[in-house]
């Protein structure tokens, strides 16, 4: 079955940090890029930070940029995101992605984890 499964979320006072972890399972995520997205109530789902298979190519938001680091473990089919310096507008629901192109088929694959709750406040 395929599966990613975030972790790490929880409360957090402002200017204190959180490393979220997603783990697959039911494929290789080495052959995937690899994203963080977030969703606060009441708005869209938005990138936060995605790195490419290799992880030779690494995006951030503005956002976010400076203050979080995504990183990945293809051995352990997983992917990070170390956040630091929190701000409460960074409260939301995080969300692990993994997408590939198939070639063969040809189609993208997508797979989406259920969220981990992140919550900045004092």
């Known amino acids: 079955q395929v599966q990613l499964v975030e972790s790490g979320g929880g409360l957090v006072q402002p200017g204190g940090s959180l490393r979220l972890s997603c783990t697959a399972s039911g494929f290789s995520t080495s052959t995937y890029a690899m994203s963080w997205f977030r969703q606060a109530p009441g708005k869209e789902r938005e990138l936060v930070a995605g790195i490419t298979a290799l992880g030779n190519n690494i995006n951030y938001s503005d956002s976010v940029k400076g203050r979080f680091t995504v990183s990945r473990d293809n051995a352990k089919n997983s992917v990070y995101l170390q956040m630091n310096s929190l701000k409460p507008e960074d409260t939301a629901v995080y969300y692990c992605?993994?997408?590939?192109?198939?070639?063969?088929?040809?189609?993208?694959?997508?797979?989406w984890g259920q969220g981990t709750q992140v919550t900045v406040s004092s």
């Open positions: 992605n993994a997408l590939n192109y198939d070639s063969h088929t040809p189609k993208f694959n997508t797979h």
